[in-house]
Structures are given as structure tokens and as C-alpha cells.
């Protein structure tokens, strides 16, 4: 499997929360209420690019509205791929971080 | 909240495209203009658009950084490996560097001279809106393209026209004889013009004003230079000069000499209302005047061009056909094309020749090395080097020798400018820091220069494939031998353009040779001329008498002088311009309808044996027979156009003379070898020709010179003191006819002496490769019984068979080139086949030698160095 990077990893885990809307701003405001950082554009665009690129997510293109000026959104989809990977993920986080309250405790 | 939507900046959306991916361009855009309206409608438009171009200004130097950075750091790597390899292949390096520098150096010099003759007349402050008028004329027989135009053109111009802002007119003189006290000399600058010449040009005043400076017609403004020629230190302002001995004109100005890059070039600017005569002033068919005009800016000179013919034509003039021409194309082109322009373009091209030749040096070499950078082009692909990147690595390292070779021929060009200035009669100065033009231009050479060196290297050294250099299938040998046809098509390229220049080159010098030794029909050596008085211009009053009587006196002392053989008076002088006469012409049995021009020229009877001329039949003139003032000669040409079959005796008319021709004279030629003989009539001097124009000859002995010319001028000084003695050898005055065909033949030689070395460079650089490959099997050979001399052979055969090659294509090209050359002489030297063999058999003897440097070498080596590893 291929290794992804955290923020890869929160944009992987924003479009699987938000279903079917799931576009470029979505995400960024999605994460944006979570994480309380809001990040640019490009920032959520470049690591979305790489995840299409190997195959973690899948898009095809959504309805246009008048608000973005008659553009179709982009909508990405995590793929079988990306669920394998996020699965991966999970097990892995809930291993390593298993004996934390206990560290935090003594 | 309002319903109207905020969109962003249309110009930051297109500039925001060309910065994304492709497919993304659509979404991301849109998404940008969502949000654009969101930070619109909470914190208002102004930040949002400041928000925009934020995003754009990050996207832009993201780009920048990622595009530039990383190509800057490979560029460094490809610098590195050049240098490398710079260093350790050095004969090859300098075998390409000096190559590639002489041709650009000869490209510079070129540049140089262009940038020179391109900056004529551009020094006015309105040079733009400048123009000339050329007069396209149909007079009786005579259709010609002049810059003469008639008097009133002008002021009509002027008035007619709205986009005619002002207007000059300019009437040049011929030589003119001017005084000033004792000195007195002839000259060919003084103008005269109208007042409006010192708005419309910008030729700075250093004293007097330029407004009021030509108001009276006995006015005068000179130059700097004539000011300290006949006034020395003395203030010139106010003080007189006298014209032809008769005419008083005031110093009123005097102006900063003439720039060197005007074709205008004045020493004396009298006012034109003192040339003109009452009859000219509504005369449109005298087109002695040169018309200069200035337009409002901003206006198309076509346009004036269809006014003016339009106007001219409702007017009836239907002799010219005026029109416009920009001030600067006057020098580049000339009237019709016979400017600057011709000889220039014709360097230009052999500068680039040489470039060529260079840079198929340069292709040929790294080609055939390619071998020894295939293992060096596989580990590049194999860590990810695309075809693209290895392109631009050897595009970036033929580029950057360009640059070495700049380095050097900027030494070369400075070391060569004293040299060339003489050759191209300019004073050229390497500026580059002031003059864009000359930088830019060199900076392009020397890229083109490195581009099409590197071309062909780099797109074949791309195409190697990694996984078959890498296990040893494509060996460094068979890289270098799968180009051979092309590199050997490059050689014989180059061979073929130095036979060419070879063959032109020769031919050139023997037509130079032959105008030479030819037989003019008269002996132009040790023949000094000078006018008798000055030449009439028609404002001038002569008094024929007094200049007859100054030949007598003049005449008689001359002969006193032993070392003067003979003297002599013509109203021409050969290789000038004749007097032609094409109605006023009879002779015996002449068909009424048939008509013919022919020259005339009016001699005195001591003319023949000064000039020491051939007699076919009949007699000279002479001054025995009264009746001979009535006669004529008629040269061969003459004869053969009238159609006499005994032409002695017969009768002849010309002008108002009625005589008989008595005599036939062999040909001979009055004007440049370009020319054709034309027929010729010469007749005695009557005696109303002292008014016009005369020229004193006189033969002097070959003995003591300079002391001859020294007392024939004490003579002179004593016969005719109102007149300077200005003399010329007249041998000087036909050489300088051929000056653009001297100058042609010297920048030949010189080309072609490059185009053979550095093809030879090529030939001794590749045969030194081919010879380092084959060092085994040379060594070979010898250990089984080779002679040196069969290795010789065996590795100078392919050249020279290249080379004869090369001759076999050549000689054809070289042969049709020359030909039309030869044809702008009516008189040539025969185009030799042992001029081509000579030629070639000349290259074929260089390339042998150079080839044969080389592999004597290669012969030579003792096979225990070459087999000992083995």
C-alpha cells in the first residue's frame, strides 16, 4: 500500500464524511470547522490531485450553479482503494495510540 | 445582503488558468469564484479582490520557483559535465571554440558595417517624417529614375498637399572653384537650398542664426572644416568668399561639420534665389533641383504618394511621375535598389557561411563522439532524464560554447576592426553598451550559433537507448559509426562552400587582372589631367577667349619643359561623362527613319598622340588642314552603327557641324569595362567650347615625377594664377571605377582563406578521432607487415574521396554563380576549366596534407603502446 500523509489522510476522511458533496470547498470547510485552521485553496487542491492521481479517490463532475460563475464542481468519491487505505490507517492509529490515557493517567 | 453577485477580476481568472492543470481548471476556477463571493459578502469587495490576487501572486511564484529553480540546478550539472569535458577532450575543444569564434566574429564585423550603414541619416530629429523626392521621368527618348525634380514642385507640394508639412529644395553644383584671398580651391559641397533646410534637417549651428542666416541671397553658410580651410583662425562671420572668380558671398553661419552618416554632404549653403533664373522659377520640365519633404507626423506616406500623382497628372505634367521615399531608405537603397543594400546583403551571406561551416564542425565532432558520452546519456535516463532533458543539455552545452567562442571573438573582432574599417572604407567602432541594435544583434548570433551547432547533436544523443548502452549492445564504436552518412554529408557541405568560395575567389582576381592588362587603346599611365578652369555652371558667364588664350600660353611654356612629352585638351575626360547626341545626326546614305546615339567629344589636335591612340584607316585630325575643324573621327563602334562600308571621305553631320569623316580610330575605351563600347565621334575643338567645360592633359616621362609635376605647377602658377592647379594621375581616376570590385575581391580572399582553415580544423579533428578509434587495428596491421604508407592511406581514403566529391558538386554551382557575375562586365576573362581544376585540385592538396598530419601520426605509433593491455 502506498503511504499517505496526514493531511492526505484528513482530506481522505473529509470526503468520506461528506458524501455526495464532497468538492474542493466542502473539504476545506469541513476541515476548517474541525481543525479551527483554515487552509488556502491549493492546499487542500494539490494533495486531492495526488490521491486522484494513485487512485485513492475517484471524481466525475457535479451540477453547475450561477453562484461559481456557471462551472461544474468537481466531486470526489473515496475509492476502494482509499477505504482499504483508510482502513489500514485506523488499525494502525488505534494500535499505536492504544496506551495513551495510561501514559497520560500516571 | 444583495442579490447581485460579486465575480472576481476577469483578467486574475485568465492569468489563474494558464497556472493550473489542465483538466482542473474548470472546478478550481469555479471554486475560486465561490469563495471569491463569500469573502465578498462578509468582509466586503475590496478585501476579496485583494484576497484574489493573493491566491494568483502565490500560484505565479510557486510556478517560478518549481519551473526555474529545478532547471537552474540541472543547468548547473550540465555546466559542470561540459567543462569536464571541455578540459579533458582539448583538442576538440579547441578545434570547435576557434571555429565557431571566427565565424561569429566575421558575423559581428558584418554587424558592425550594417549597424553603420543602417544609421545613415537617421541623426535628425525628424527623421521619421523625412522624405525624398524621386522623380520616375519619360523624357523623349530617355525614361530614368531621378532625384532631380523641378522647381515649383515644391512650394506646389506644399500648398496642395495638407499633409506636406514643409519642404527644401536643394541644388547640388558641380565642381566649384572657391577663394578667399590666396586660396583658392576647387570643390564639390557647395548647395544651394532654400532657408527651410535648417528646420526640416537637424544640422546644429555654432555661430549665426539659422533663421535669418540664408534671407539675402549674397548669403553663405559653411562647415566647421571649410570655416579653418580658408579662414584659419580668423572668425569667418562676415568675412567673403568668391565663387568662380565672379561671384561675392557673406559668411553668415557657420555649422558643425557634416555628420560622416549623411548622405547629404554640404561644405557651402548659398541661397537658392541666388542660383535660380527667372525662367526656371515656373519651369516644370529643368529637374536640376533635389525636393526634400516633411510630413505632419503620423501620416502615410502612400497616401501623400497617390495625392501627389493624382494632382500632378490633373496639372498635365506627364514627363515625371513624382513620388515619395523615406530619408532613411535613401542610402540603403539608393534610387532603385542600387544602395547599401546590394553589397551588404552579399557579405552578410558569406558571414553566415562561415558560421555554417563552424557549426558543421561542431555537429561533426560531437556526433562522432557521441560514443564516448552514450554510458554518461544511459545513467541519466536510467535516474529519470527524459528525451526533453537531455535536449536541453546539449543544447545548454553548444550554447554555452557559443559563449566561449564570443568570449574570443570579441578579442578578434577587436584585434581585425582597423583592418576591416580600411577594407569597407568606414570608420567602425565596436560600441555595445550604447547601441542595442549591435548587442542584441551579436547577443542572437551567438545563440542561433549555439542552437544549430547543438541541434543535431542533441536530438540524436537523446535517442539512445539506456537499456541497450548500458548492457554493452550498443557499443561506443557503433555509435559513432552509425552517423558516418550524415557527417560525411556535413563534410562535404563544408567542402563544397570553400570550392565555391575557391573558384569565385580566383575568378574574381582574374577579372580584376584582366581589367588590368587590358588595352584601354590608349596609354593611361603617366597621364596627369586637370580642368583648365572651372566647370560653367549655368549661372556662370565664361569668356571663351580669355580661356583659349591661358591653353595657348599654358601650352607653350609646357612644351619648353623636356620632361613633358605632350599636352593635350579634351572637353572629357575617359571614364567621365560624355557629351550624347541622338537627333542632330547625319551622315551619307543615312536612312531618314534610322535612329542611333552616339557619343561625342570635342579635342584639340594633339589629343591623339597625347593619348597615344590607334588608327584603323584615314587620318587624324589635325591643325595643318584648316578644313579639319569641320571633320570628324568615328571609332569602330561608330562605323559598324552608322552602317558605312568605306567610311573614309564621307560626308558627316553632327549639331550645327557639316564635314567628312577622316578617319577611323580603333576602339577604345572611355568608360568602365561594365560597358560596351558605344560609338564615338570626336571632333576639333571649335572655338565657342572654351566656354564649357575643358580638361588639360598632359604625358609626362617617367623619369623624376614628382620634380615634373613641381615645375608644371610653377608653369601653371604663372599662366593662369586665377585658377588652382589641381591635377590627377588618370590611371588613379579609372582604378577608382572599379573600387566595389576591389573591395569584393580583397573580402573574398579573406573569407575563403577562413572557410578553408576552418573546414581544415574539421577534417584534422575527425580524422584525429577516427584515427584514435582505430588504434588497435592499426596496431595490428603493423604487428602483420603494414607500411606506414598503406595505413596512411587506409585512413585518408574516405576524405579525400569526400573532397573530390565535394569538387564534382561544386564546380557546377560555382560555375553558374560566376557566370552571372562575369555578365556585369561587358569585357571578361573567360571562365577557365583550369581555374575549377586548379581550385579543387587546391582544396583536395590542403585536405591531403591536413589528413595526412594526422595519420602518419597514427601510423607512425609503436603498436606495443596500442596492443599492450591486450
Known sequence: MKTISRREEQILIAIWNLKESAYLLAIKNHLAQIMETDWSVGAIHKPLMKLEKEGLVESYMGEATAKRGGRSKKIYRVSKLGIGALKTIKKEHDVLWAKFPVIKKA | MKDKKETPPPLGEKILKIFLPKGESESVTGDYEELYAEIAQIRGKSRAIFWYWIQIMKSIWAGVTIHVWWSLIMLKSYVIIALRYLKRHKIYSVINISGLAIGIACCALILLWINDEIQYDRFHQQTDNLYRVLNDLNYGPYSQLTDGTAFPLGPAMKEEIPEVREIVRILPTRKILIAHGEKKYYEENFFFTDPSLFSIFTFPFIQGDPDTALSSPSSIVITQDMASKYFGNEDPIGKTIKTQNQNDYMVTGVMENIPKNSHLQFGFLGSIERAVTMGARTHWSGWLYDTYVLLQPNTSFKEVNTKLEAWIKAQGDEESRYYLQPLSDV???????????????????????????????????????????????????????????????????????????????????????????????????MNLVQNKFLFLGILGITLLTGVLAGSYPAFFLSSFQPDRILKGTLSAKKIGTSTTTIRKSLVVIQFILTIVLIISTTTVYRQMNFIKNRQLGFEKNHLIYTQLRSEGNLWDQYDAQKTWMNYKTLKNELSQNPNVLDVASATCIPFGSMGQEFGQLEWEGKDPEYQVTMNHMAVDPHFFKTFQMEMIEGRFLSDKFSSDTQNFILNEAAVIATGLESPVGKRFRLLDKTGIITGVIKDFHFAPLHDEIEPMVLHLMPYQYWMYRNYVFARISTENISRTIASIEKIWERAIPEYPFEFQFLDNTIDAEYRSEQRLEKILRIFTFLAISISCFGLFGLIAFTAEQRTKEIGIRKVLGASVGSVVRLLSKEFVMLVVLANIIAWPVAYFMMTKWLKNFAYRTKIDFAIFLFSGLAALIIAIITVCVQSIKAALANPVDSLRYE
Open chain 2, 331 to 429: 542610402h540603403m537603397y539608393g534610387l532603385q535598389g542600387e544602395g547599401a543594400i546590394r553589397p551588404l546583403s552579399f557579405f552578410s551571406i558569406l558571414a553566415l557561411l562561415i558560421l555554417i561551416i563552424a557549426c558543421i564542425n561542431y555537429m561533426n565532432l560531437a556526433t562522432a563522439r557521441a560514443g564516448t558520452r552514450a554510458k554518461e546519456i544511459g545513467l541519466r535516463k536510467v535516474v529519470g532524464a527524459k528525451k526533453n532533458n537531455i535536449i536541453r543539455q546539449f543544447m545548454s552545452e553548444s550554447i554555452m560554447f557559443a559563449f566561449f567562442a564570443l568570449s574570443i571573438s570579441v578579442l578578434l573582432v577587436m584585434l581585425f576592426l582597423p583592418v576591416f574599417s580600411q577594407i569597407s572604407g568606414k570608420e567602425l567602432s
